[in-house]
């Protein structure tokens, strides 16, 4: 203030007056000052934009892109042209665009996609599909460890209650078994695997029925019932259960290749009662846990007096499985061994610990022995130096050399198991070279030890005398030499290889018989058929008939034959190609084979498709879930077997 009417600025210096000694304009002037920008604020701009510029060379340039689109956040402008020096030191020029910050009706937009809109909708299908693939009770979505979590993921989230939940699985499934019915309806052919379980938590029965089909040249497999039984499993029962199953899913009896279960006998006489025998297969990992468990068995000796076996392979593992308990019981046993392991240098997270067999599964035995052999000395070292008195004896160093030509000749046969227990691969095809392979493997093992010598002997024999059903299975000789990567190698004996190719050339003319390519028509020329319009009587129209159905059949043959005889004259292809996407690329070629191979390479190998279905039961009903009905477990363990592609994303 210079006087009482006149001002001056401090800001920009210049002067003002107020003749009526009223101060608006001096207010509406230094309003327009705090609009504006101050240097400080500008040189701080300047600062930050000369910051940025570095070489194009500069490691850094792109070190920190969080810092970086954190200061163009704060620059007023949405893009900046930046000068940059080259390694050549030439100046040139880059444009950053800063992400713009949302306008008002943006994020009204976002905020109702949330409540009630696409993206709560979007949010409520993955809250179900976690729900159904980790098995987890649906009172966790109204706990507060999960209604925390999703505040803090989406603070604007409103989480359903349990019965929202339950609603949207129903939903879901209503939704996505129509999607499967129509993928099954449109496919030619499917295999089913089929078996019976009883649920301990709720002592309830399920038979449990999962289907297998060739959708666009992938293998897709799919649980259509887990269906709670309520009377006896007999035969007649579950055969009825079975059948109307597939029928509610669209799958006639004429759609079914072939049925694998295990060698139960109401199982095998239902699959067998309602599709034949020659569409039931027995389950290859059952029948490899018989051929293990007699072998072990037979190694005893048989006393004449008492008649009861003794020694043999069974009394080591034995001794190998107190050792086991005793160590799974005493907290203090398995801390030492734990220590002894860390005095080694082993890392905490890194030390090994003991395996308990499990009865029903033969590997796991083999586990258990291997993981003992493993840590042998570590056992010793720790059963020796043991305070209490009630520590089992070390076996022998006999003993252990036993342990190791076991071992070694029960590897084949835990690497076929594996094999067995791939998913979503063709398995049908392999059965045949895997009995060969795994035998062969067998014969090159050279044990050193009487005992081993013996289980060598006995494992060849089970493996000769459970698995001739195999060998004389025609559908699964079918398999092999349809599949490029086996074709007839494995079909050593040279009748059964002529049979098989004859039945598929006899399934091709079957398959193709409606071909207008060779039908009597073809066949008839114009003047005959002018003739025979002539003629009151053709006394040669058997004749020409029964020439007409001859050509036919020979054409049909000689073409069926010639195109399975050029598919075999083509080499195999790698162990590990995908057969189905090879049959894809050479259709064209083979298309009657192809016909037939897709028909048949869906069958599986095993039930344990089924055996699964059982273990993820067992993982759903638990404790907290108890109380579940049969239709909801059939609807949560369908929807967990589901491709991503059917769920409603």
């Known amino acids: 203030k210079k006087d009482q009417f006149n001002y001056k600025c401090n800001i920009c210096g210049n002067n003002y007056k107020t003749p009526n000694g009223g101060v ?192 666009s040249a992938q293998l897709e497999s799919v649980t259509i019932g887990t269906v709670q039984l309520f009377e006896g499993h007999t035969s007649k029962y579950l055969g009825e259960i079975l059948v109307k199953t597939l029928l509610d899913w669209n799958v006639t009896n004429e759609k079914v290749v072939a049925v694998v279960s295990d060698s139960a006998a109401n199982i095998k006489k239902t699959v067998i009662d309602n599709f034949g025998s020659d569409r039931q297969i027995s389950c290859l990992a059952h029948m490899v846990n018989l051929v293990v468990e007699k072998a072990i068995d037979k190694t005893q000796e048989i006393d004449t007096v008492t008649h009861i076996k003794t020694g043999g392979i069974p009394q080591i593992i034995n001794k190998v499985r107190e050792i086991v308990k005793f160590f799974k019981r005493k907290s203090k046993a398995s801390d030492a061994l734990r220590n002894y392991q860390q005095s080694l240098n082993i890392k905490d997270g890194l030390c090994l610990k003991l395996i308990l067999d499990v009865k029903t599964r033969w590997n796991s035995g083999f586990y258990m022995l291997e993981r003992f052999l493993r840590l042998a ?126 039945l598929i050339v006899n399934i091709m003319e079957l398959e193709n018989s409606d071909d207008p390519r060779y039908t009597c028509s073809n066949i008839i020329t114009n003047d005959e058929e002018k003739n025979s319009s002539e003629v009151k009587y053709d006394l040669w129209g058997l004749h020409r008939n029964l020439c007409c159905t001859n050509n036919d059949k020979k054409m049909v043959n000689t073409t069926s034959i010639n195109e399975l005889r050029a598919y075999l004259n083509k080499p195999v292809i790698n162990i590990d190609d995908d057969p189905l996407k090879h049959w894809e690329e050479t259709k064209i070629s083979f298309p009657r084979v192809y016909k037939i191979a897709m028909k048949y390479l869906v069958i599986p190998a095993t039930s344990v498709p089924t055996e699964r279905l059982f273990s993820k039961a067992g993982a759903t009903v638990t404790k907290s879930r108890n109380r579940l009905s049969g239709g909801t477990l059939t609807k949560l363990l369908f929807l967990q077997s589901l491709d991503n592609k059917y769920w409603p994303f």
């Open 377 to 502: 000395n570590n056992i010793s070292y720790v059963l020796m130096n043991f305070p209490e008195d009630d520590a089992p004896d070390m076996i022998t160093a006999t003993e252990l050399r036993h342990l190791k030509d076991i071992c070694s000749l029960l590897g084949p046969m835990e690497v076929l198991t594996k094999e067995l227990s791939v998913e979503k691969s063709v398995m049908s095809s392999k059965v045949l070279p895997l009995i060969s392979c795994t035998k062969n493997e067998l014969e090159k093992q050279k044990p050193e030890i009487l005992m081993a010598k013996k289980l060598k002997q006995k494992l060849l024999e089970e493996l000769n005398y459970r698995c001739s059903i195999y060998d004389q299975n025609s559908i699964l000789a079918i398999c092999t030499i349809l599949d490029p990567r086996f074709k007839d190698l494995h079909l050593r004996d040279p009748l059964i290889n002529s049979k098989t190719q004859t």
């Open 24 to 215: 608006g304009n001096l207010r509406k002037h230094y309003e327009n000052h705090l609009r504006e920008p101050r240097d400080d604020q500008t040189q701080n701009k300047k600062q930050k934009i000369q910051s940025l510029i570095v070489p194009l060379n500069d490691p850094s340039l792109i070190d920190d892109p969080v810092s970086l689109e954190h200061d163009l956040d704060e620059c007023s402008s949405s893009t900046l042209v930046l000068p940059v020096q080259d390694d050549q030191n030439k100046t040139k020029s880059i444009s950053v665009t800063k992400t713009q910050q949302l306008t008002l009706p943006n994020m009204i937009s976002n905020i109702k996609s949330i409540k009630g809109g696409k993206q709560e909708s979007k949010i409520t299908n993955s809250i179900v599909y976690y729900f159904c693939k980790q098995n987890v009770s649906f009172n966790t979505i109204e706990s507060e460890g999960f209604r925390h979590m999703l505040k803090t993921l989406c603070p604007l989230y409103n989480p359903p209650n349990h019965d929202t939940i339950v609603r949207r699985i129903n939903e879901t499934f209503n939704v996505t078994s129509t999607k499967v019915r129509e993928t099954i309806s449109k496919v030619t052919y499917v295999a089913v695997t089929t078996d019976a379980w009883t649920e301990t938590m709720s002592m309830k029965s399920y038979l449990g029925i999962t289907i297998h089909f060739i959708n």
